[in-house]
């Protein structure tokens, strides 16, 4: 048994009603037998990142403390996704989409395996993830380095607040 531990969670949305959407994911987390949600971000407007033309996404992250190890937590936040009308396999790489909750980042933990690797392998590139981590979690460092994502110079970046 895993001792709990924080991690943090990514929410995106561009379809529908964002806000409404990402609202019953949080309200799923916290249903989420073995989560304890600690704290939500703001939410952000944030452009698409890569992908066809789309619309813009609302961003937000929630930290969930967790003894649940990291697989199970993927399976309980993709049924979430699946559960709030998310379509897969995705028919667009980087398409829009109702739901998409990412693991962003699992404090003390390295994952590196097919299907699952923490923290997210695009964290660092994208302010639209490390901002609302940084709200949830502002001391998180990366498991490995140690490094501080605060110090990383797209932390700081202005952000539209929804
Ligand atoms: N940290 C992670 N969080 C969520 N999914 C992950 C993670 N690492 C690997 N995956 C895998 O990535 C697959 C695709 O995930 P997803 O559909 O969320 O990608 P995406 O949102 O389209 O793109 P991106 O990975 O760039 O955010 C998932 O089925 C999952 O197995
Ligand atoms: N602004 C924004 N762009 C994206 C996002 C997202 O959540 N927000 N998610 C993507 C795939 O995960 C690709 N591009």
Redesign the pocket.
Known sequence: MLHARRIAL?L?S?LGDRAATIEHAIADLRDTPGFVVVDCSPLYV??????PPQG??L?GAVLVSTALPARDVLARTQAIERSLGRVRPDPVR?GP?TI?I?ILWIEGECIDEPGLEVPHP?LEG?V??LRPLLDVAPDATHPRTGKRYDELPAAHLPMMRA
């Open positions: 990514a995106g561009n944030t452009p698409p990142a890569g992908g813009d996404y961003n980087w989409r998409d990412d695009r994208r639209f993830a």
